[in-house]
């Protein structure tokens, strides 16, 4: 799609449905942010001492990200800007009430670097926005050119496998008529979706998708207008063309690839690979955040002891005076970013902090700068040639009896990986298996139900897979207008009669193609296979 095509379609899609919608007076505590510090994020990425007044541009910024980033780091200049002109409205109005001056706002488009504020910037902050872009890498070469020597971006991007749920169920909205220009749309397709078996997968990643819960979320996660996964190789390389180098990833401590290397025996391998195999095996759980810093940028260099300035540095504001003594006299509660692994304060702890001395419990909370080297040790990236062979070959309509279900192909993606390119040396399945049987689908939290008990569902699983690994190729449709499914007639009646019972749903004329498709998206679900003819 044309840039500017992708940018008027977004421009649209987020004017209308500006994000997050989260309430104008929801406040965060001043030490809930500690994470945004630009200090902080310096430190993770051994960046050295910032400067005394940062320079931050939040690019991409919704309606609330302004408002957390001025409250992390009330010494910064802040430029926040965003292609809608209604979220941007609404995050100047958020942080005119809570007092957040140091922030100014324009509108940017991001696929257009003649509209990008001037000036280079310490951290730049681009989360949950590369993916929308037609030319996701020209955006990320300008990032880089726009961050100072030894400045940060820190990038979000949604992870290609694990969100194969939330893809999953744009598809089907699309097939269901859904649409973000239709104002009541959002809340018929949950009220749809909230109708599917509560066994359904489709059901359960929807319900379980934090922000189902309101429209501007339904329209971002399920209504987009073209957004996209990443795999880990594809972050990689992308990291790699636009001359950055990952310097910290942002991720809970499962997620980060040293950490996982070492548990997974893959200490000789890259980032890349060890986040691309977390991100197929569903044990990602979560998006892919990098801290990243230039390729040219100066060594990393580790700083010495110093408390987290939001706790320790000269006070701003009454509220936030108030808040770290009540720390000091009684404790609590300080919510980390990644909303996991919350850091609870003692007293002690927080009056230790105060007067600049870093205990053990303050290093592992994360409230101490310097003293070690958070980066990551295994190399940034080797490319991996078979990747686009694997892709497509797991995105392709296989038919023939007992061919793999389309709604379970992400499931069967680490399988092929592992079988069609043993050259990886993955390690063993047998085991890998294991790890994961508990949960048949860890990312749904949940064993998959077959009809049969969790255990038997899973010895199940794993027969059938391991079969269909040994099986050779299967034929492939170009298409769903090729393919018949078993009982065909009874099955496009079965789906005609349950689209019957929900008059809510838009009014469109339904090609046989598209109920087949339908009728694996909504009635496949209790079978890892599909017999399509
Ligand atoms: C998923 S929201 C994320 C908002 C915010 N970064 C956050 O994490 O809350 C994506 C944002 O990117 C903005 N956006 C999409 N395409 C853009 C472009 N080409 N240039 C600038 N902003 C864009 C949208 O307007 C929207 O506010």
Not at 159 to 167: A, E, K
């Amino acid at each position: 799609m044309p840039t500017s095509t992708k940018s008027q379609l977004l421009r649209a899609q987020y004017e209308a449905w500006p994000y997050p919608q989260v309430p104008l007076l929801a406040t965060l505590p001043s030490t809930h942010p500690f994470e945004l510090h630009v200090a902080w994020l310096w430190d993770r990425c051994g960046s050295g001492p910032v400067p005394s007044r940062p320079r931050i541009w939040i690019a991409g910024c919704g309606t609330f990200q302004p408002y957390a980033f001025a409250v992390a780091n009330p010494r910064a200049e802040i430029v926040a800007t965003d292609l809608s002109a209604t979220s941007l409205r609404l995050a100047r109005r958020r942080c005119a009430l809570h007092r957040q001056r140091h922030v100014q706002f324009a509108p940017v488009d991001l696929a257009d670097e003649s509209t990008w504020p001037a000036g280079e910037f310490d951290l730049i902050e681009c989360y949950g926005v590369l993916m929308n872009l037609a030319d996701p890498l020209a955006a990320l070469r300008g990032l880089r050119r726009r961050l100072t020597p030894r400045g940060v971006l820190r990038l979000m991007v949604y992870p290609y496998w694990s969100r194969q749920r939330v893809f999953q169920l744009q598809r089907l909205a699309h097939l269901l008529g859904f649409t973000a220009a239709e104002r009541s749309h959002p809340a018929r397709l949950r009220a749809f979706v909230r109708s599917l078996p509560r066994e359904h997968p489709l059901r359960w990643a929807f319900t379980t998708y934090a922000d189902s819960r309101n429209d501007a979320g339904v329209v971002d996660g399920f209504l987009h207008q073209g957004d996209r996964g990443f795999t880990g190789f594809q972050l990689g390389a992308l990291l790699r063309d636009a001359g950055l180098v990952p310097g910290h990833w942002f991720h809970r401590p499962w997620a980060r690839p040293d950490t996982m290397a070492g548990r997974l025996g893959l200490h000789d391998r890259d980032q890349s690979f060890v986040l691309n195999y977390l991100d197929l095996w569903q044990e990602l759980r979560g998006n892919f955040v990098v801290c990243a810093r230039r390729g040219d940028a100066p060594p990393r260099e580790v700083q010495p002891v110093a408390p987290h300035p939001l706790f320790a540095g000269p006070a701003h504001g009454l509220r936030h005076r108030l808040r770290l003594q009540r720390l000091r006299a009684f404790g609590g509660r300080v919510p980390a970013r990644t909303q996991d692994g919350d850091v609870v304060l003692r007293p002690a702890d927080a009056r230790a902090l105060a007067h600049g001395v870093a205990t053990a419990s303050l290093h592992d909370a994360g409230l101490v700068l310097g003293g070690r080297d958070h980066g990551p040790t295994l190399p940034p990236h080797r490319d991996f040639a078979g990747e686009p062979d694997l892709l497509r070959h797991v995105a392709a309509l296989r038919t023939g009896r007992r061919a793999p279900n389309p709604l379970y192909a992400h499931l069967f993606a680490a399988f092929e990986l592992a079988v069609r390119h043993p050259e990886l040396g993955l390690p063993d399945l047998d085991g890998q298996l294991g790890r994961w049987l508990p949960w048949a689908d860890p990312l749904e939290q949940r064993p998959i139900r077959f009809g049969l008990t969790p255990y038997g569902t899973c010895q199940r699983y794993r027969a059938n897979v391991l079969e269909h690994l040994a099986r050779g190729e299967l034929p492939t449709a170009a298409g769903w207008d090729e393919v018949r499914l078993r009982a065909d007639a009874e099955a496009l009646g079965r789906v005609r009669a349950l689209l019957r019972d929900h008059p809510d749903l838009p009014a469109q004329r339904r090609p046989e193609a598209e109920l087949r498709e339908l009728w694996v998206l909504l009635c496949g679900h209790d079978s890892l296979f599909v017999t399509l003819g």
